[in-house]
């Protein structure tokens, strides 16, 4: 003969999903607050993130070739001129290397905004590694584009080039990036973009205790002895 099998009587039963009976009742309504929701698999896991991250990174960095080129395509030329003995800048008032960083700048910021929206679109819960590769394949696309602009462009030799046209005749000076913080445009934009998206977009975790009061019982909303007219 087997004892029956009952849990020990300091000892809660298992509830098998349904309000502990040790918890106590709500004051507001007088009734048990609902069992917690089953855990449930939060995401493809880490491996997964983590793979999702780096194709982010390298998709992302590889973009910086275009914005490269639109860069040598749309900043401002900066005209040199040669005597035969020294080099020269053919308009000394002119502005063209702060055009060159502003054409850089803005291209960043908008190559960070689509970046971060396409990324959202992509993958709308988010997560840490995402944001992260990101994050560092913009800033690698930047400094893609800026060298690869610089290779596009006209020779780096200054005085090769002026002795190969001649004297007198006017040539482009090389590409270049003096307003090193223009490389940060793309991750700033990307990022806030993405974040923004995310906090008003992204997935929200269901609230468990949703609805519970509305469906509460009405004689627990009024106090004992109270009557309707």
């Not at 929701?37 to 960095?61: C, I, W």
């Amino acid at each position: 003969m087997t004892a029956p099998l009952t849990p020990p009587p300091h000892q809660p039963p298992h509830n098998n999903g349904h309000s502990d009976p040790w918890q106590a009742p709500d004051p507001m309504t007088g009734h048990l607050p609902p069992a917690p929701p089953a855990p449930e698999k939060d995401g493809p896991g880490l491996r997964a993130e983590l793979r999702e991250a780096a194709s982010v990174t390298l998709g992302v960095a590889l973009v910086g070739l275009l914005l490269g080129a639109l860069w040598l395509w749309l900043a401002p030329r900066i005209p040199l001129v040669s005597d035969s003995t020294a080099v020269y800048l053919k308009d000394t008032e002119g502005e063209q290397a702060v055009g060159v960083d502003g054409t850089f700048t803005l291209l960043g910021l908008a190559f960070g905004a689509v970046s971060g929206l396409v990324v959202f679109l992509w993958r709308k819960r988010g997560g840490i590694p995402l944001v992260v590769g990101l994050a560092l394949g913009s800033l690698l696309g930047g400094l893609l584009a800026w060298r690869f602009g610089i290779w596009l462009g006209p020779a780096q030799d200054v005085a090769a080039h002026a002795k190969e046209v001649g004297k007198g005749v006017v040539f482009d000076a090389p590409l270049e990036l003096k307003a090193k913080g223009a490389l940060l445009a793309w991750p700033l934009a990307a990022l806030v973009v993405h974040l923004g998206l995310t906090g008003l977009f992204g997935p929200r975790d269901p609230d468990p205790y949703a609805g519970y009061y509305d469906h509460a019982p009405r004689a627990a909303e009024e106090p004992p002895g109270s009557t309707q007219a």
